[in-house]
T-cell receptor
Framework: KQEVTQIPAALSVPEGENLVLNCSFTDSAIYNLQWFRQDPGKGLTSLLLIQSSQREQTSGRLNASLDKSSGRSTLYIAASQPGDSATYLCAVRTGANNLFFGTGTRLTVIP | SAVISQKPSRDICQRGTSLTIQCQVDSQVTMMFWYRQQPGQSLTLIATANQGSEATYESGFVIDKFPISRPNLTFSTLTVSNMSPEDSSIYLC???????????FGPGTRLTVT
């Protein structure tokens, strides 16, 4: 069974720093990988989707990479802002109806 | 992309009562998914709802506790029955994009059972 791990569980950085969030998965036979943002008590907002054939995706200050062979993905956030404070979740899809979530990284950006 | 709305956004309920959560999608979709997120935890899939057939429940979830309706291709409801404090969670409705299998989520229903 696919297992998804996110390290660290929590991260606190001063405003303006660049940071990297990590996601690892145990089975490299994936269809895609998706990064989400979740604000406290709210739903999930999709940030980036990387298909299995892709190496990275970019959206504004966010860049996500995928290394299927090593079972890793990273989410890079440039020039962090207090508004980036949230929990970031990665999810790996192995097929239709098969989506496996990590436990998330809670990010705090200090003004 | 898909835009999903849920009602209610939050509720505080008494033990032993039931709550029905509504989910509306702005486009027709074959499958709708219901997730639960307990405090401090990640997401757990409760069931998959297909229009015109019974929902498919994941291990640990049963229809008597979480009955689901799917009357058409844009709407679904999840009922949390005979609630206990352990049911306090965020309940999320979700759909997947047909072309890219990108997953979309509603804003969630935050349920507290006292």
């Amino acid at each position: 069974k696919q297992e998804v791990t996110q390290i660290p569980a929590a991260l606190s950085v001063p405003e303006g720093e660049n940071l990297v969030l990590n996601c690892s998965f145990t089975d490299s036979a994936i269809y895609n990988l998706q990064w989400f943002r979740q604000d406290p008590g709210k739903g999930l907002t999709s940030l980036l989707l990387i298909q299995s054939s892709q190496r990275e995706q970019t959206s504004g200050r966010l860049n996500a990479s995928l290394d299927k062979s090593s079972g890793r993905s990273t989410l890079y956030i440039a020039a962090s802002q207090p508004g980036d404070s949230a929990t970031y979740l990665c999810a790996v899809r192995t097929g239709a109806n098969n989506l496996f979530f990590g436990t998330g990284t809670r990010l705090t950006v200090i003004p | 992309s898909a835009v999903i709305s849920q009602k209610p956004s939050r509720d505080i309920c008494q033990r032993g009562t039931s709550l029905t959560i509504q989910c509306q999608v702005d486009s027709q979709v074959t499958m709708m998914f219901w997730y639960r997120q307990q405090p401090g935890q990640s997401l757990t899939l409760i069931a998959t709802a297909n229009q015109g057939s019974e929902a498919t429940y994941e291990s640990g979830f049963v229809i008597d506790k979480f009955p689901i309706s799917r009357p058409n291709l844009t709407f679904s409801t999840l009922t949390v029955s005979n609630m206990s404090p352990e049911d306090s969670s965020i309940y999320l409705c979700s759909v997947e994009g047909t072309a890219t299998y990108e997953q979309y989520f509603g804003p969630g229903t935050r349920l507290t059972v006292t």
